[in-house]
């Protein structure tokens, strides 16, 4: 749909723009509003390196992404305190263990992962994320 104006929308309804709305044409001018604007969801995390430390980069990044932080508490015994006195690579192994060692990554955010190691042909299975750190590290971000 064509981006409309408001004053069009009126007119179109058959309503000066200064008149109240009936029920009906409150519900009709929302619809028509919400289908005729453009909109573009930028919660994809995928940044290039123009935008600096939004772009993140890394299995480590990677892993402590704030849906498998959130899985990992429900899933490790582990208290919030201690998570986040450790460093990033160390909240990424716990991650790592609990959610892809110790249970089966079954989640989209953990399925994700997968698919990204997957996609670089890099080992998912391995206890240690030395080989994945390795390879991001060789990569310009």
């Known amino acids: 749909m064509e981006a409309t104006s408001l004053r069009q929308i009126d007119a179109a ?36 390196p123009a935008f600096g430390k939004m772009g993140l980069w890394g299995i480590d990044e990677l892993l402590t992404y704030h849906y498998l932080e959130a899985e990992f508490f429900r899933s490790s015994p582990m208290c919030y305190e201690e998570y986040w006195s450790l460093s990033k690579e160390q909240r990424a192994n716990a991650i790592w263990k609990t959610l892809f060692l110790e249970n089966t990554p079954v989640s989209e955010a953990t399925r994700g992962v997968v698919f990204v190691l997957n996609a670089f042909n890099l080992p998912t299975d391995s206890s240690e994320l030395t080989v994945a750190r390795a390879f991001f590290r060789e990569k310009k971000n």
């Open 13 to 48: 309804h058959g309503h000066a723009p200064s008149e109240a709305l009936s029920q009906d044409q409150v519900g009709f001018t929302v619809k028509k509003t919400l289908y005729s604007t453009r909109c573009v969801d930028m919660h994809t995390h995928l940044y290039p």
